[in-house]
């Protein structure tokens, strides 16, 4: 499997679109990693994204994920 880096950039809401990206990549059971510049912003998206990956989820996913 050959490694894929992708950069984003332009985008009004940051946080909300790397969580759209990530669950695009989830749902291809693949992983992702996300720099973020401080450790603020990193707990601002990882709260984001449990709400946003739990509302995006279909239920038999959800338990996978520890929903």
């Not at 894929?4 to 940051?14: A, T």
């Not at 996300?34 to 279909?58: G, M, R, S, V």
Request: charged share 20%.
């Amino acid at each position: 499997i050959m490694t894929l880096i992708d950069f984003y950039s332009g985008s009004n809401d940051k946080l909300h679109t790397a969580c759209r990206l990530s669950a695009k990549v989830m749902q291809q059971n693949l992983k992702i990693t996300i720099y973020t510049p401080d450790t603020k912003i990193a707990d601002q998206l990882d709260n984001l994204l449990w709400t946003f990956l739990n509302h995006q989820a279909p239920m038999n996913e959800r338990a996978s994920m520890g929903f």
